[in-house]
């Protein structure tokens, strides 16, 4: 693939430098059967260095997963080579199955089927609660699906 240019794709821009990794996981794109580009460390004029992340594959991207790890990212969506669409993120007022309660006596521990359901607090900036029993999520940072 050529890095530049992506005939049908995504393009995760903006990604705070090291953070591409984690989104890459997040976002499985390791099952994805298409062509992933990772670029770290590319010099931005905004933040200094940035990470992108391209996708050769017409997908459906979970918005509220780079919303919740990397609020300041922008979503291109290219068809036929050209940008028809750029998204600028905000943190997701709720998350569904992204990431799971660590408390051992929420409800979700014992009733599998339940969803992990967290919420983005109103009073506390970027703090994710626990919708059953409102345990804090654990940092962006350390986050992760398995
Ligand atoms: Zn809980």
Redesign the pocket.
């Known amino acids: 693939m050529n890095i530049d240019s992506i005939t049908n794709g995504v393009v995760i821009d903006h990604i705070t430098a090291g953070r591409a990794m984690e989104l890459y996981d997040l976002l499985n794109l390791d099952r994805m059967d298409c062509q992933v580009a990772i670029i770290m460390n590319a010099l931005s004029r905004k933040t200094g260095k940035k990470d992108i992340i391209k996708i050769d594959a017409d997908m459906d991207i979970d918005l509220d997963v780079i919303g919740f790890v990397d609020p300041g990212v922008t979503v291109n969506i290219i068809k036929d080579e050209k940008l028809v669409e750029k998204k600028k993120l905000e943190p997701p007022v709720k998350l569904v199955n992204v990431i799971k309660?660590?408390?051992p006596r929420?409800?979700?521990?014992t009733e599998q089927e339940l969803a992990?359901v967290f919420v983005l607090s109103e009073s506390e900036p970027n703090v994710y609660r626990?919708?059953?029993?409102?345990?804090k999520a654990e940092t962006q940072k350390h986050i992760s699906r398995k």
């Open positions: 309660c660590k408390n929420c409800i979700t521990s992990h626990c919708l059953y029993c409102e345990t």
